[in-house]
């Protein structure tokens, strides 16, 4: 049985930083394309980063050169670096993994499989 679970979301002020995981188990991770969304409440859910097999990296422009993606095969685990943080990134936080994912697919919600039960970033004064 597959299985994401996240962890690291909390409350920080503008222009902190956080940590956000996501740890698979049941499946080989290393085959994986593990991205990041995020629905902030009343909108639809939007890609906010993903990494691929091979360590391919995408990020949405609104996150670019704050947030860095990585993962760790070794511990089935992705990672999100969220620096900078604006209270327009306040919203849950998904991780999403998928083994069949093409290029052209990354950044579409319905083309996951899998997802994490999320864990929620509020960024406030």
């Known amino acids: 049985q597959v299985q994401l679970v996240e962890s690291g979301g909390g409350s920080v002020e503008p222009g902190g930083s956080l940590r956000l995981s996501c740890t698979a188990s049941?499946?080989?991770?290393?085959?994986?394309?593990m991205s990041w969304f995020r629905q902030a409440p009343g909108k639809e859910r939007e890609f906010v980063s993903a990494?691929?097999?091979?360590?391919?990296?995408y990020y949405s422009d609104s996150v670019k050169g704050r947030f860095t993606i990585s993962r760790d095969n070794a511990k089935n685990t992705v990672y999100l670096q969220m620096n900078n943080l604006k209270p327009e990134d306040t919203a849950v936080y998904y991780c999403?993994?998928?083994?069949?994912?093409?290029?052209?697919?990354?950044?579409?919600?319905?083309?996951?499989?899998?997802w994490g039960q999320g864990t929620q970033v509020t960024v406030s004064s």
């Open positions: 049941g499946v080989t991770f290393s085959r994986y394309v």
């Open positions: 990494i691929g097999r091979t360590n391919n990296i």
């Open positions: 999403a993994g998928s083994s069949t994912i093409i290029l052209s697919s990354y950044r579409q919600a319905s083309a996951y499989a899998y």
